[in-house]
């Protein structure tokens, strides 16, 4: 676990005892301010998610370096910074028999952002994400022990988001950031950059849109089940929903190349040839993604003309603006952000990018499910509204709005009242669940115990038609 005196610290959980700590050097400089206690601003140190790379040789479920196995650890920093740390957490000499048997970690390398291949590396939200690929490889690169001849082309990589530029912070609309606003795919024995997506030139895929930065994690996917994943979403501070299509051979680019798009934005209109047009977009349409999408393979023949593709749902928040400040504070004060959970269909599912380029889905190409027609109309009159209003859309999304108007503790009355999702969504057994949080306000306030806390809910929705 991470803290945010700038330590990383590994507990073991059967005795609860610490056995080992490691500070980065950047986290050095701030321990005797620390151990003053003054009053001040938070102090933020390591406050990353650690990721884990196994190998387990004969799969007995034991770390046994005898036989070669091992285990990697690899975090960020979140607030505390920009780098990425890899540690090599395999047991020294003999497998783990007792529990208060300990290891010593062995710090791998660091990922320094903001400078070298890593230029473009903001603060270090979004969790490395261990991912198998395509991808040629030596001997030496391939990391399984006995590849079979299908995984002579194929490696593992670390995938991440380019991370959090603190732009965001600064106003609303924040505009363009200078870092973060990247994707990047790094060799988890060395670091070393292998691949990297962003609007910069000198990028492998350029993407002139790629101008926001990318804290959320990456939702990373299979699609043909060959156990290489091939495609990943993710969302951007801007309110675009990515989508790359990784080659079949990501270093040659043989049968055929990695390709990524705007698959959908949240907050902009587009024009025929795909040209984004923010020229009307009010502070309240600056909708932000700050988590990764769910995806659920579908078969769908009641509600969609496409009956077979792939649905795609995240839920918009400022993670980094909980209490709406950036509203709150304009003069005069003006409504929260317009918020929604959004479930996009992606008929493209196949394996590889579509072969015909598609332009990003926005609004009008949605159904407004706020109301919940679907849910009660019955009969003839259901039917009418799926075929007329619902099944030629490109999914479907609800506004996070009251149904009446509240006062806000600034004195504005609105049915907009901040709630936002502050978490990943998640599909299971055909229901989409949905966590939200909303500032306190007046019914907030008469509903819980501190006035102050806000209020959280959690929502159960048919994924098919919300």
């Known amino acids: 676990v991470g803290t945010n005196d700038g330590a990383l610290r590994m507990i073991n959980s059967s005795t609860g005892a610490e056995e080992w700590v490691f500070i980065p050097n950047e986290m050095l400089s701030q321990q005797y301010a620390l151990s003053q206690g003054a009053d001040g601003n938070h102090v933020i140190g390591l406050d990353g998610v650690p990721s884990f790379w196994t190998q387990d040789i004969n799969n007995d479920g034991i770390i046994d370096p005898s036989v070669g196995d091992k285990m990697y650890m690899f975090i960020g920093m979140r607030r505390g910074g920009r780098n990425i740390y890899a540690f090599d957490i395999t047991p020294a000499t003999t497998k783990m028999t007792s529990q208060n048997d300990t290891v010593t970690p062995k710090l791998m390398w660091v990922i320094q952002g903001g400078s070298g291949s890593y230029a473009k ?11 198998r690929i395509r991808y040629t490889c030596s001997s030496s690169e391939c990391d399984d022990a006995n590849p079979n001849t299908d995984d002579t082309k194929s490696r593992t990589v670390l995938l991440f988001g380019g991370g959090y530029d603190t732009n965001q912070d600064n106003g609303i609309p924040a505009g363009a950031d200078s870092m ?4 990047f795919m790094a060799d988890p024995f060395t670091g070393s950059r292998l691949w990297w997506a962003g609007s910069d030139s000198g990028a492998n895929l350029v993407l002139s849109d790629m101008q926001y930065s990318i804290p959320s994690d990456l939702t990373v996917i299979d699609t043909d089940g060959d156990g290489r994943m091939d495609r990943l979403y993710v969302g951007d501070t801007g309110g675009q929903l990515w989508r790359v299509d990784l080659a079949t051979n990501i270093a ?8 990524g798009y705007v698959f959908a934005d949240a907050v902009c209109a587009r024009d025929v040839s795909n040209v984004r047009d923010c020229s009307g977009v009010s502070n309240q349409g600056r909708r932000k993604f700050f988590y990764p999408p769910d995806v659920a393979p579908v078969e769908d023949t009641l509600f969609s003309a496409n009956p077979l593709y792939d649905l795609v749902s995240i839920v918009s928040g400022d993670r980094e603006d909980p209490l709406d400040m950036l509203t709150t504070n304009l003069s005069p004060v003006e409504e929260a952000v317009h918020n929604r959970i959004y479930a996009f269909r992606d008929i493209d599912y196949k394996k590889g990018a579509p072969s015909t380029a598609r332009n990003a889905i926005t609004d009008t190409d949605m159904y407004d499910a706020t109301s919940n027609t679907l849910g009660t109309l019955t009969g003839t009159a259901l039917q009418t509204e799926i075929n007329t209003n619902f099944k030629t859309k490109k999914g479907w999304y609800i506004n996070l709005k009251e149904s009446s108007d509240l006062t806000l503790p600034n004195g504005l009355t609105t049915s907009w009242v901040g709630e936002k999702g502050l978490a990943k969504t998640t ?9 939200t949080f909303t500032p306190s306000n007046d019914t907030t306030a008469a509903a819980t115990c501190a006035a102050s806390e806000g209020q959280a809910k959690v929502y159960a929705l048919n994924y098919l038609d919300g």
Not at 252 to 259: F, I
Not at 427 to 432: A, M, T
């Open 252 to 259: 040659t680019g043989t049968n055929g190349s990695t390709a």
């Open 180 to 183: 973060g606003d990247a994707i």
């Open 427 to 435: 599909i299971f057994e055909g229901v989409l669940n949905v966590t």
């Open 121 to 131: 590396l903001g603060q270090t939200w979004s969790r490395p994400i261990i991912a």
